[in-house]
């Protein structure tokens, strides 16, 4: 039964690049959720896709944009990346009951450790 | 929103000693409470986690207590070995539908032998 799984693992870019993160959820599992976890930071909550549709936002500018694909897989973009958008990104994937919402336990992927230069 | 606030931020304990790290959280309407351990360099690992309908948990050497009246929750690690050393994080959410976690800032346990 595969994890969560994340790619790329490390990535370098300079400031006003863009970037795109990608992940695999938990097999069984329908809905994908970012985070953003800063050096001896929590992880703080980007947004969360289900059906192919971002269904929640955290405190992010729209410069963090992201996708979920009919497989359930998901990817987050960064456009003109600053500095301080370096840090771990973290994706969990997490399953729906029917006419609940997501199931509140949340399962980490290894993360995207992001540097800004 | 919700804001969860986690003590001690630094834990030093020798082997074989008791470990209590505390949370409290603003939303009343937080019903889901969650503990992760994060070891350097990895994910987050769920190692426990409670409900609003349940005081106490337990698996092993570790347990979970909540006080919905207080809004506060804490984690009780016993007996505790030097692989208990990482980074350990409460987190809140919401009542069923919204699984949003909010996280406290973490506390890293160092348990010395």
């Known amino acids: 039964d595969a994890g969560v799984t994340q790619s790329p693992t490390h990535l370098i870019k300079t400031r006003g690049q863009q970037v795109t993160l990608r992940c695999s959820p938990k097999s069984g599992h329908d809905t994908v959720s970012w985070y953003q976890q800063a050096l001896g930071q929590g992880p703080q909550f980007i947004f969360q896709?289900?059906?192919?549709?971002?269904?929640q936002r955290g405190n992010f500018p729209d410069r963090f944009s992201g996708h979920q694909f009919p497989n359930y897989s998901s990817e987050l973009n960064v456009n003109a990346l600053l500095l301080g958008d370096s840090a771990l990104y973290l994706c969990a994937s997490s399953t729906r009951t029917s006419g609940r919402g997501p199931q509140e336990t949340q399962y980490f992927g290894p993360g995207t450790r992001l540097l800004v230069l | 929103g919700e804001n969860v606030e986690q003590h001690p931020s630094t834990l030093s304990v020798q082997e074989g000693d008791s470990a209590v790290i505390k949370c409290t959280y603003s939303?009343?309407?937080?019903?889901?409470f969650p503990w992760y351990k994060q070891e350097l360099g990895k994910r987050p690992q769920l190692i426990i986690d409670?409900?609003?309908?349940?005081g106490e948990k337990k698996d092993q050497r570790i347990a979970v207590t909540l006080n919905k009246t207080a809004k506060h929750f804490s984690l009780h690690i016993t007996e505790t070995q030097p692989e208990d050393s990482a980074v350990y994080f409460c987190?809140?959410?919401?009542?069923?539908?919204?699984?949003?976690?909010?996280f406290g800032k973490g506390t890293m346990l160092l348990v010395s032998p």
């Open positions: 409670i409900r609003s309908n349940v």
């Open positions: 939303d009343s309407a937080s019903n889901y």
């Open positions: 896709y289900y059906e192919e549709e971002e269904r």
């Open positions: 987190a809140a959410s919401r009542r069923p539908g919204y699984s949003t976690l909010t």
